[in-house]
């Protein structure tokens, strides 16, 4: 174990300084992906039962039933629902007033979810750019060894060309595993997406059909109790 150690402090030194800023990425990378993990879990965890739960106590007209589901489970799909539920069980605003509500709360939901991204595309892009610059570099070093010393030896450009494959393969190493992590949390947020879409979808219906009952227009929605 001492040994593999050294032998990666080694490297790290060889890299030149081109290395830091990789680890730097590397570091920032890891704690976006593990933040962005928890709160994806979290905010998808019981986004399909509580829109079952919201639905069916709908159906029977347990408007403030659902509300306290909805208030106890974390999440932007609940954070939909409750938003809706709360103004249509005030009656305070109309079906098209509460869809605008609604939707607004989703775009502020969708913001924290993609909180982060953004930088971890960013690494993703960057990390193999700072790879190949190392690269330039070690390969300036090893052509300015050769014109100084005016001749070729295996021994003069060494380090330069061993300096150009570190961070080459440092680069890569950053960011192939940062972009796999960036394409698994976009693909959780478009699945969290189409369910916010379904609750968006179920609170307007519900405030549609109560408009229409409180004016006379479509069958009565069924009432607590």
């Known amino acids: ?15 030149g300084v081109f290395m830091y800023p990789l680890v730097l990425c590397s570091l920032l990378a890891l704690g976006i992906i593990i933040a962005k993990a928890y709160t994806l879990w979290v905010a998808s965890r019981k986004s399909r039962q509580i829109l079952d739960e919201v639905r069916a106590n709908i159906q029977e007209g347990r408007i403030e039933e659902a509300m306290v ?11 939909i629902l409750l938003s809706g539920l ?5 009656r305070r605003l109309n079906s098209g007033d509460v ?10 939901e969708l913001g924290f979810l993609e909180r982060g991204l953004v930088l971890l595309a960013t690494i993703a892009n960057v990390a193999p750019l700072l790879g190949f610059l190392g690269t330039v570099a070690g390969m300036i070093s090893a052509f300015g ?14 380090s330069g060309i061993k300096i150009a494959l570190l961070t080459t393969a440092a680069g890569l190493v950053v960011a192939i595993p940062v972009n796999v ?25 519900l405030a549609w059909d109560m408009e229409k009952s409180r004016a006379g227009l479509g069958p009565q929605v069924p009432s607590e109790g």
């Not at 709360?86 to 005030?90: E, N, S, V």
């Open 1 to 15: 174990m001492e040994g593999q150690q050294f032998d990666m402090l080694q490297l790290f030194a060889d890299g």
């Open 69 to 79: 589901l909805a208030a106890n489970t974390p999440g932007p799909v609940a954070a």
């Open 86 to 90: 709360r103004q249509i069980h005030g």
């Open 99 to 108: 869809e605008s509500l609604v939707r607004s709360t989703g775009k502020i």
């Open 145 to 158: 060894a050769i014109a100084l010393a005016g001749q070729v030896e295996a021994s003069l450009v060494a």
């Open 181 to 205: 992590g960036y394409n698994f949390f976009v693909t959780r947020i478009d699945k969290l997406i189409h369910e916010m879409e379904e609750g968006t979808g179920t609170i307007i219906e």
